[in-house]
């Protein structure tokens, strides 16, 4: 089975809504957190948001703070992106990651994720 599975990316115009989701299996979601990343390209992977599963804690890049909203839903292993304000700069491939060991550093290095999804692209058009 397939660990996480992304969908709901797309194209859209400055300014405006897309919501992402990740699906997870029972196991991968049972991890300690769940994060989206994102990679331009020429550009690192950065980490966008995660959501502490047992807690509910999160935590957002500054630069989607106030814009970008991540949740959860339990009861069907699935993350959500909620993605507001889009600006030509989130244009990027969207990936979801869930992660149990911590190897140092921040929740937002990719380093603490061991499974990821195969991305989903968001284009963000000026």
């Known amino acids: 089975q397939v660990p996480l599975v992304e969908s709901g990316g797309g194209s859209v115009q400055a300014g405006g809504s897309l919501r992402l989701s990740c699906a997870a299996s029972r196991y991968t979601y049972s991890s300690n957190r769940m994060g989206w990343f994102r990679q331009a390209p020429g550009k690192e992977r950065e980490g966008v948001a995660v959501?502490?599963?047992?807690?509910?804690?999160?935590y957002y890049a500054d630069s989607v703070k106030g814009r970008f909203t991540i949740s959860q839903d339990s009861a069907k292993n699935t993350v959500y992106l909620q993605m507001n304000s889009l600006k030509p700069e989130d244009t990027a491939m969207y990936y979801c990651a869930a992660g149990s060991r911590w190897y140092g550093g921040s929740w937002y290095q990719a380093r603490n994720y061991e499974y990821w999804g195969q991305g989903t692209q968001v284009t963000v058009s000026s």
């Open positions: 959501i502490f599963t047992a807690a509910g804690n999160t």
